[in-house]
C-alpha cells in the first residue's frame, strides 16, 4: 500500500489551491476528482477560469492508497462526502443547502466598459453584471433555493427572464425590453 501525506478529494479551485499550498511546503499529495479532469464543478460555472486536464481512472487509487490527511474540498458533494468518512461525528455533519444561480445574456451590445453589481440581496451578490472577454454582457447570476430531493437541472428557465429584466432595470433602467436571454451554462473544457 503507497503512503502519502494528504489526499485531497474535488479538483475544483479549492481543492487544487489546497493541493498546491501542501505541496509547495513539501508534502506529498494526491488530488482525486470524480470528474474526468480538474474544474469541472461549479469552478467551471462561474468566471470559467479554472480548465481540465488531469484524470484518474476510477478506482485506481481508492484501494492502495494510504493517507496522514484528508481534505475534503468536494464543493457541492462535500457534506455527502463527509457523512462516508469513518470517525466523523454525525453531529458536527453539514446540512447541504443548495441554491442555484441563472444567467441571462444582453442582445447586443452594452453600454458599459465596466461590472456592475447592485447591493447584495439575501442569498447572493445581487444580479449584477459581467463583461466577457469578447465584450458580451451577462447577468446574474440570481438566486433559486432548491428543495433536497430536486434533480440537478443546469438550464435557465425562460420564465425568469421577466425577474431578471426588473432586477436589470434597477442600475439600467434604459435596458430595451426583450434583450435578455437565458445565457446557457458553458461546458467545461
Ligand atoms: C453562479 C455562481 C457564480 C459565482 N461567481 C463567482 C465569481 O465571479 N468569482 C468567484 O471568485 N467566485 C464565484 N463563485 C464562487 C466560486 O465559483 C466557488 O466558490 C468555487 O468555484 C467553489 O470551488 P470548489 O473547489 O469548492 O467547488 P467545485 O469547483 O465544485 O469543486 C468540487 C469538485 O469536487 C468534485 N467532487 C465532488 N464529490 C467528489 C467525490 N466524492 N470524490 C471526488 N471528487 C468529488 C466535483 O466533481 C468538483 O470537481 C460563484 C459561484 C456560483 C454558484
Not at 479538483?11 to 499550498?21: E, H, I, S
Not at 442569498?123 to 446574474?140: E, I, N, S, Y
Request: some cysteine; hydrophobic content about 45%.
Amino acid at each position: 500500500m503507497e503512503s502519502v501525506d494528504a489526499l485531497v478529494v474535488g479538483a475544483g479551485v479549492v481543492g487544487l489551491a489546497v493541493a498546491r499550498a501542501l505541496a509547495q511546503r513539501g508534502r506529498e499529495v494526491v488530488v482525486v476528482e470524480a470528474e474526468a479532469g480538474i474544474g469541472r464543478g461549479v469552478s467551471a460555472r462561474s468566471s470559467e477560469v479554472v480548465h481540465g486536464g488531469l484524470y484518474y481512472p476510477s478506482g485506481s487509487l481508492k484501494a492502495r492508497l494510504r493517507a496522514r490527511s484528508l481534505v475534503n474540498s468536494a464543493g457541492l458533494g462535500a457534506p455527502a462526502l463527509a457523512a462516508r468518512i469513518s470517525g466523523v461525528p454525525a453531529a458536527t455533519l453539514p446540512r447541504a443547502y443548495r441554491c442555484k444561480g441563472s444567467y441571462f445574456a444582453l442582445a447586443g451590445r452594452a453600454p458599459f466598459t465596466r461590472l456592475i453589481y447592485p447591493l447584495p440581496d439575501a442569498a447572493g451578490l445581487g444580479v449584477h453584471l459581467t463583461l466577457d472577454l469578447a465584450g458580451q454582457a451577462r447577468f446574474g447570476p440570481d438566486t433559486e433555493w432548491l428543495t433536497d430531493d430536486a434533480a440537478e437541472d443546469l438550464r435557465v428557465d425562460p420564465a425568469r427572464g421577466a425577474a431578471f429584466e426588473a432586477a436589470v432595470r434597477r442600475y439600467w433602467p434604459g435596458l430595451p425590453a426583450g434583450a435578455l436571454a437565458p445565457a446557457p451554462q458553458a461546458a467545461p473544457r
